[in-house]
């Protein structure tokens, strides 16, 4: 059983920053996708970034130029990097992996799943 264990949450003012950590709980995988959702109360879980073993990320329109998702040289630890917050960004978000030759922000394609982090950004 994979285990994802995520850190950096918390609460910030309208523009402001946080980073969140992901580490994965396995071995460095040749083909894999670590990915970042992100649920608000009373909405569907959505996809806000997602990045392969070889380092390519793909991000939703709603984030793209402020947020960046990286990860590390052992391909076990996925970041996310978050500009500009917006208070429509507050949410619960949720670090989740797979093994994959295809990255996509679809929550039916992560089988592994962490506990996930609150973020909230006042006006």
């Known amino acids: 059983q994979v285990q994802l264990t995520e850190s950096g949450g918390g609460s910030v003012e309208s523009g402001g920053s946080l980073r969140l950590q992901c580490t994965a709980s396995?071995?460095?995988?040749?083909?894999?996708?670590m990915a970042w959702f992100r649920q608000a109360p009373g909405q569907e879980r959505e996809g806000v970034a997602c990045i392969d073993a070889d380092a390519s990320p793909m991000y939703a329109d709603s984030v793209k130029g402020r947020f960046t998702i990286s990860q590390d040289d052992r391909k076990t630890t996925v970041y996310l990097q978050m500009n500009m917050l917006k208070p429509n960004d507050t949410a619960v978000y949720y670090c989740?992996?797979?093994?994959?030759?295809?990255?996509?922000?679809?929550?039916?394609?992560?089988?592994?799943w962490g506990k996930g982090q609150q973020v909230t950004v006042s006006p």
């Open positions: 989740a992996w797979s093994i994959t030759n295809y990255c996509a922000l679809s929550p039916s394609r992560f089988p592994h």
């Open positions: 396995v071995w460095t995988y040749s083909r894999h996708c």
